[in-house]
């Protein structure tokens, strides 16, 4: 009875975690399809996205690459 209930609430968990992967990959293909239209409506956009970054850019793409890193090592840590 004991393992049955473990089994559910790791079941549980997973199908959680799935849900989340699902909705995170859905609301990112939306932005991408949302600034590719932005891109092409406006070229100004274009310019500036094609402009070389600078150091600042650089540091806050690290940022925020070292930050969705964690977060998703922590995701998989409570699935296991």
Known sequence: ???????????????TILLNAVLCYIC?????????????????YYSVLMSIPTTEVYFVRFVCAVMQGLSLVEEMAHGL
């Open 1 to 15: 009875m004991r393992q049955t209930r473990a089994f559910a609430i790791k079941q549980a968990k997973r199908s």
């Open 28 to 44: 990112q293909v939306t932005v991408v399809a949302l600034v590719l239209m932005e891109i092409s409506r406006d070229c100004y």
